[in-house]
């Protein structure tokens, strides 16, 4: 029995002392710390998944019906408690069942090695994690960028460590580059990287971060040229402790802007492209640089393919589990329906009190999976809404057989909420 | 004063927002952003952290003034009004 645990998101754990950011003026996203509700995929029958809060009622008996049928433990009802979900499960109600769940042979699985999950897996019993030193270092887009330059002598990414360098280096590849991406060392999706088009821009930045250097805070940046790329993907792999390698799973990762905007199974046409012989080598070459560092574990290799059809095979490491392998095991224990998983979120204002209204809006108008439509999406979380007017995020897996299949569901999800009144933001 | 540096009233600042978030969201928002000057940025148009920062930067361009980013905090958003005002008192 795996117990599943995981708390969002796992990179600001990773962060040694004060990092500046390029986006400091961050709204406090409570809805985030909800995440965890989407890790039920990973589950099988018999797991337990440990979330912040109890999924809704509705929602639990429509996965259920939909044969995902895992226990669940809610940590809280007390939406004021910020502790994460790893100190919640050390209150002395959830302790006692989890020392008598690893007395029978339960396995505590955490999202990702953290500052904050290291001390629960260690007082359960679980003595051969690695380190969580080495997985925030491996984590850092600092140590990708590093190890890019090691496959790839020529590759100009570089590491900045002051605003004042920042603007030396941005400066010169703007010249000598054209457009260049700056990227924070554990910047979350894309809320940690930015795109310069002009040195007047830059500077803005480098000002912005030269406040933030003032009071304190470390100005470390990647430096890279912008890429015209054509797809973005990533593999999944379970790397064991004597190094060998497992796949775990291949998805294309749809990205607007910088950020992560959804996962899907790859084209045939895509996978033909990125999928060579001489990309699987460099994949197992990153695995044995992680194995060299001490890593074992969960492992997901973001790569790219240009425009001109180059293959970019290391954008970075995530040394964790990651949504694109919920998807890919979603696409699996969907498969008898001969369709596929288009694992996305929407920003919304629908509310989480009316998640019950919105399923049966959603089933009336035939969009949603399973309750007499073999299209249509399947709702993921229930908590991650928001309450009140703090908007929220719903996650959803729209199930597609072709495109024009795939634009239709996400149409209709966006009427549902529409006639609902909920806005998408 | 040239334009560059008139005074941005919390009207203008709300039509400037709304035409910079339908152009972010092109594609994305299936209803049109409307702004006003008591619109709380934060929760009513969900302005996220990529946003603020970009809406910065191009009102810095838009107002011929660098805002003091060492004074600016979250609550300056909660109204466009507020925001407004901020902007003025970063001129002065």
Request: proline share 4%; hydrophobic share 40%; charged share 25%.
């Amino acid at each position: 029995m795996n117990i599943l645990v995981g708390s969002f998101p796992a990179e600001q754990s990773w962060a040694s002392g004060k990092e500046a950011r390029l986006n400091p003026f961050r709204a406090a996203d409570l809805t985030v710390g909800s995440l965890d509700e989407v890790l039920f995929p990973l589950c099988d029958d018999g797991d337990v998944l440990c979330t912040r809060f109890a999924r809704s009622e509705r929602l639990r008996e429509y996965h259920a019906m939909l044969g995902f049928r895992h226990d669940e433990r809610a940590c809280t009802e007390d939406r004021s408690d910020r502790r994460d979900t790893y100190a919640l499960l050390d209150d002395e109600v959830h302790a006692e069942w989890l020392k008598g769940a690893m007395a029978v042979g339960g396995r505590l699985v955490p999202w990702a090695v953290t500052r904050d999950s290291a001390p629960l897996l260690e007082r359960y019993g679980v003595v051969d994690h690695v380190p969580v030193d080495v997985v925030a270092r491996v984590n850092s887009k600092i140590w990708s960028t590093e190890l890019r330059r090691r496959i790839d002598p020529g590759d100009p990414s570089i590491v900045t460590s002051s605003a004042a360098e920042l603007l030396h280096f941005g400066t010169d590849y703007l010249r000598r580059y054209g457009p260049i991406v700056i990227k924070e060392p554990h910047g979350v999706s894309g809320g940690g990287t930015v795109g310069v088009e002009s040195e007047h821009r830059l500077r803005q930045i480098v000002d912005s971060l030269a406040v933030q250097e003032r009071s304190g805070c470390r100005v470390r940046m990647i430096l890279e040229p912008f890429l015209n790329k054509l797809f973005d993907f990533s593999i999944y792999i379970d790397l064991l402790p004597d190094g060998h390698i497992r796949q775990a799973g291949l998805q294309e990762a749809l990205v607007t802007g910088f950020g992560w905007s959804a996962a899907m199974p790859m084209t045939p046409e895509h996978e033909a492209a990125a999928c060579t012989p001489r990309y699987f080598d460099t994949i197992e070459n990153i695995c044995r640089a992680l194995h060299e560092e001490g890593y074992a574990g969960p492992v997901c290799i973001d790569s790219m393919v240009l425009a001109n059809g180059d293959i970019v095979p290391l954008v970075e490491v995530n040394a964790r589990l990651s949504l694109g392998r919920i998807n890919h095991r979603l696409n699996t224990a969907i498969a008898v329906h001969r369709r596929k998983s288009y694992f996305s979120m929407i920003r919304t204002s629908l509310e989480r009190e009316t998640f019950g209204e919105f399923l049966d809006a959603l089933a009336a108008a035939g969009g949603l999976f399973g309750a007499g439509s073999e299209a249509g999406v399947i709702p993921l979380s229930s908590n991650t809404l928001g309450s009140g007017r703090a908007p929220g995020r719903l996650y959803f897996s729209a199930l597609f057989g072709d495109s024009l299949d795939l634009q239709r569901t996400i149409a209709r999800l966006h009427d549902v909420l529409g006639r609902l009144g909920a806005q998408i933001f | 004063m040239n334009e560059a540096s008139a005074q941005i009233t919390p009207e203008k600042l709300s039509s400037m927002i709304a035409s910079f978030l339908t152009e972010m969201r092109k594609g994305t928002s299936v209803v049109p952003v409307v702004v006003t000057p008591e619109t709380n940025l934060l929760d009513d148009v969900g302005l996220d952290s990529l946003e603020i920062t970009e809406l910065i930067y191009r009102l810095e361009d838009a107002a011929g003034a660098k805002l003091d980013l060492d004074r600016l905090e979250l609550r300056h958003f909660r109204r466009v009004r507020d925001f407004a005002e901020f902007i003025d008192e970063s001129k002065r």
